[in-house]
Every structure is written in structure tokens, then in C-alpha cells.
């Protein structure tokens, strides 16, 4: 199996491509330039595997939750290639990925959401090695996070640099470590984006939709 899969919803940008297993990747922290990198990150890819759009079997991509504008970005570039190459689409949770990248078998996922919030969610890895979903991704004040039951916890994301205090008194006893600098990766929007597809869950690219979390996006703006 080929597919494409892309991941533009935080400050890094990346694009990926596995076939048959084999990952390739394109990474950079890039605030502000996805536009100008994401579509040179994918054709240096296929280039570099030698195949074209036409022969990719399916496409993933991080749909949020994550800065509007990056994941708006994922969407339109994802919706662009699927429907001219008649490609299913998996949109994959950008809090899975981060997971999903994220050493230890339980993490619990923060993303800055700005406005004094984080989007986040709690993750637990399954015997097949893929981050599961435990509850649901939420949006809240760092100091409304619950951490489930149990110990060995980690935290990831930039939310945890952003409120390293209240998140810390929120996991107090349940947490072993965290790591505010990790980035969520188009390597693993494929990993879970194959299992996904393997599973149905493709789409037809004009329903390859952002998840924001939030129905105050733009509330600054309109104010």
C-alpha cells in the first residue's frame, strides 16, 4: 500500500509517504512558511520514490485540533491532490500523532490553544504498538485537564510548555515525565492513517474536514 500523509496544524511542517511499511519523511519547523513548503516537501518525496500522485492508493492528514490557519492549510492541500487523483482521504487526530510519537504506552497529549486554553487528550498504546484514544479531545483552561486513573503518565506538547505549572497540579502523582518541545509528525498521521484506512474510515475529499474543538476560532477577529 502507498500513502501520502501531511501534518501542518502546529508550528512544524511535515510530509510523509509509505510504501508497503517503508516511511519516508520531510520535516522542518517552519512558523508561518507551510504554504511555501508543504507542496515541495511532497514532491521531493515522490520524487524521491520514483511514483506519482496517480499510483498513491490513499491520503492521511492531521485534521486538528491545532492553530486555524495550519490546519485549514492541511485540509485545502489534502482536498487539492485527493480530488484530482480521485484518492480516499483519513483525517487522523493532530493530538493522536503527537501521541502516537511520543515515547511511553500512556500519554497524555496538550496542544497550546491559546486564549488561556490547551486542546488535549489522553492516549493509550495498544499491543499492536498505536496510540487509542481514551475519552474525548477536549479544549479547556490547563487547570480543567483531567488525567485518567492510573500512574506512568507522560505529557507531551507545546501545551505543556505553556502551562507547565497547572498541568503539573492537575497530573500530580499520576505523571513520570513530559516534554514540551515534541511536534506531531506526518510520519505518524501515516502510521495511524493506514490503520484507519485498513479500518474504512476513508472519505471522499471534499468531506476531509478540520476538527477544531472550538466554535470561538475566530473570536478575537470578531470582536
Same mark, same amino acid.
Given at each position: 500500500?502507498? %500513502?501520502?500523509?501531511?501534518?501542518?496544524?502546529?508550528? #512544524?511542517?511535515? #510530509?510523509? %509517504?509509505?510504501?508497503?511499511?517503508?516511511?519516508?519523511? +520531510?520535516?522542518?519547523?517552519?512558523?508561518?512558511?507551510?504554504?511555501? +513548503?508543504?507542496?515541495?516537501?511532497?514532491?521531493? %518525496? !515522490?520524487?524521491?520514490?520514483?511514483?506519482?500522485?496517480?499510483?498513491?492508493?490513499?491520503?492521511?492528514?492531521?485534521?486538528?485540533?491545532?492553530?486555524?490557519?495550519?490546519?485549514?492549510?492541511?485540509?485545502?492541500?489534502?482536498?487539492?491532490?485527493?480530488?484530482?487523483?480521485? $484518492?480516499? &482521504? &483519513?483525517?487522523?487526530?493532530?493530538?493522536?500523532? $503527537?501521541?502516537?510519537?511520543?515515547?511511553?504506552?500512556?500519554? $497524555?497529549?496538550?496542544?497550546?490553544?491559546?486564549?488561556?486554553?490547551?486542546?488535549?487528550?489522553?492516549?493509550?498504546?495498544?499491543?499492536?504498538? %498505536? !496510540?487509542?484514544?481514551?475519552?474525548?479531545?477536549?479544549?479547556?483552561?490547563?487547570?480543567?485537564?483531567?488525567?485518567?486513573?492510573?500512574?506512568?503518565?507522560?505529557?507531551?506538547?507545546?501545551?505543556?510548555? #505553556?502551562?507547565?505549572?497547572?498541568?503539573?497540579?492537575?497530573?500530580?502523582?499520576?505523571?513520570?515525565?513530559?516534554?514540551?518541545?515534541?511536534?506531531?509528525?506526518?510520519?505518524?498521521?501515516?502510521?495511524?492513517?493506514?490503520?484507519?484506512?485498513?479500518?474504512?474510515?476513508?472519505?471522499? #475529499?471534499?468531506?476531509?474536514?478540520?476538527?477544531?474543538?472550538?466554535?470561538?476560532?475566530?473570536?478575537?477577529? &470578531?470582536?
Amino acid at each position: 500500500m502507498k %500513502l501520502l500523509a501531511i501534518e501542518t496544524a502546529t508550528d #512544524a511542517c511535515s #510530509a510523509a %509517504l509509505s510504501i508497503d511499511g517503508e516511511l519516508r519523511e +520531510r520535516f522542518e519547523i517552519a512558523p508561518r512558511a507551510h504554504t511555501e +513548503r508543504i507542496l515541495p516537501m511532497i514532491d521531493e %518525496l !515522490m520524487a524521491e520514490a520514483d511514483i506519482t500522485i496517480s499510483q498513491v492508493d490513499a491520503m492521511a492528514f492531521g485534521c486538528g485540533p491545532g492553530a486555524f490557519t495550519g490546519v485549514r492549510i492541511a485540509v485545502g492541500v489534502t482536498q487539492g491532490i485527493a480530488f484530482a487523483a480521485d $484518492l480516499p &482521504v &483519513v483525517p487522523v487526530s493532530t493530538l493522536a500523532a $503527537l501521541a502516537q510519537g511520543t515515547e511511553g504506552n500512556q500519554v $497524555l497529549a496538550a496542544l497550546d490553544a491559546r486564549m488561556n486554553e490547551v486542546y488535549w487528550g489522553a492516549y493509550q498504546r495498544n499491543a499492536a504498538g %498505536l !496510540m487509542e484514544r481514551v475519552g474525548e479531545e477536549c479544549v479547556s483552561p490547563p487547570d480543567a485537564v483531567l488525567c485518567p486513573q492510573g500512574n506512568d503518565w507522560r505529557g507531551a506538547g507545546a501545551g505543556w510548555a #505553556a502551562y507547565e505549572s497547572m498541568l503539573l497540579a492537575r497530573c500530580a502523582g499520576q505523571l513520570t515525565s513530559w516534554d514540551g518541545t515534541g511536534f506531531p509528525h506526518a510520519r505518524d498521521v501515516a502510521l495511524l492513517g493506514i490503520v484507519g484506512y485498513e479500518a474504512g474510515q476513508g472519505v471522499n #475529499a471534499e468531506q476531509a474536514l478540520p476538527v477544531y474543538l472550538r466554535d470561538k476560532v475566530t473570536w478575537k477577529k &470578531v470582536r
